[in-house]
């Protein structure tokens, strides 16, 4: 043990209400779920500034459940991403399936879990951006004059506009719900690595239903780590209102206008960012024309038929 | 903090930090010299090892978490009859780790073998954590599958 150094307090509690009662007693403690991100900080250890308590929410029982419905799916927060993508696997959109597995291999995705991957300060993983395109909602759970109470919110807003995380005081996500509805086009493209390179680093998920010359329901989340993620109407509507396939001049506009709305969020991209962002919107827009043009030619075939 | 756990089959009672990650400890408190690195959790690989029979990357475990647990580094692994298997696999194959991630590697593998994963995807993706590039993904998927072949041949032998 290192001379002057404390040894932090760790609560386990073992049910919610448990937990009520610690964080009344202890205001400032340090949530812990799976670790990855807090161990990962170069001020990790040895530090005078680490918080003395530290409340471990892997014994809560009710943070482990998962279920299901017809429509939807329902994960308690501290289910591991490993688990999530085992359990998960044949009723969960293909492009999570994807996101999970990009993190990384089972050693790594089985010490993450998913309320640990939505609250971290930097966005070590593109799941938040990739669950906001299934309109993906979180039960949070916050203090309130002495007494916990519990409501759903949108992902979506539960970070501000810039993609940074805008939770209430001691408050903790509990469940979070994914909605089971499939697109016919989901891809998910990550350049550079979320761990090692995050100054270069950016992911786009993108999911839509093509149709003929038209990308319907187009939605779209850009992820930056330690910047945030970005998913809105605007840039949905950007693609929506193409008309595939694009040519040269067509394709770039898009990709300009992609750029300026990114850049008018997140000032201080990097170069390189931008570069990575230009070409896989580059690459998302030369798949759709594919797309588009299967299609077309598919019809008139049909047709002539 | 004491805390009681089991390392390399010995029963240890520690007294330490509660969230002074495992990788320390072996280095520091069990003067384990098999780790090869401590990288603060970017996940380099080189120091894994297996916690209750699992692969896990002892710089992102807390001390707290290793109560009641069995841990098994490089050192105490490489004296079962499973850690043969796999240098045996080396030796068919022809193909060896080189000496910084020899460790990470096989314990990685072992897992692997343990869980039955022996899948092209699955072991690439294992693999892919790792940050050593001194075999292909392709030899990888050679020793591990040689590796599979030799342990099911001893178990067959066995039953």
Known sequence: MLEGLRSPNIHTPVNLSEFSSIIQHYP??????????????????????????IIFLGSIEELHRFQRNDR????????????LIYTGRSILPKILIENIQDIGGNIVTARMTLGGSLCTREFRSSLCGTLSLFDASCEVKYMKKKRMHSKWFPMISIYDKSGKLNLPDKALISRIRVNLMERNYQRFIRKGDFFLDQENSVSIAITGNPEQDNFNDARIAITYPNKGFISNHDLDNIFSSARFPLDQDESKSIEDAILSAVSAIFPSLSKLQKTRTRGII???????????????????????? | MKIDCTIDGKALSLSINSNKPL?????????????NSHCNGQMC?????????????SCLIPAFEIRGKSIITFEGYAKT????????????THLKPCPSCYNSRTLIIESLLSN??????????EMEMLKCHCLEF????????AASEIRRKRHARRA
């Open chain 1, 28 to 53: 400032t403690s340090t949530y812990w779920a799976g670790g990855t991100y807090i161990m990962s900080r170069s001020d990790y250890y040895p530090s005078n500034t680490t918080n003395d308590e």
């Open chain 1, 72 to 83: 939807i799916a329902e994960f308690g927060s501290m289910v591991s991403l490993y688990d």
């Open chain 2, 138 to 145: 392709n030899d990888m998927v050679r020793i591990v599958q």
């Open chain 1, 282 to 305: 580059k690459e998302i827009i030369s798949d759709l024309n594919i797309n588009a043009l299967t299609t077309a030619s598919f019809d008139e075939a049909k047709t002539n038929i």
């Open chain 2, 81 to 92: 009859k499973n850690a043969k298997d796999i240098e045996k696999a080396y030796d068919l």
């Open chain 2, 23 to 35: 990788s320390l400890i072996l280095e520091e408190d069990i003067q384990n010299s098999s780790l």
């Open chain 2, 45 to 57: 690989g080189f120091c894994t090892v297996l916690m209750n029979g699992k692969a896990v990357l």
């Open chain 2, 116 to 125: 039955n994963l022996t899948a092209k995807e699955d072991i690439i993706r």
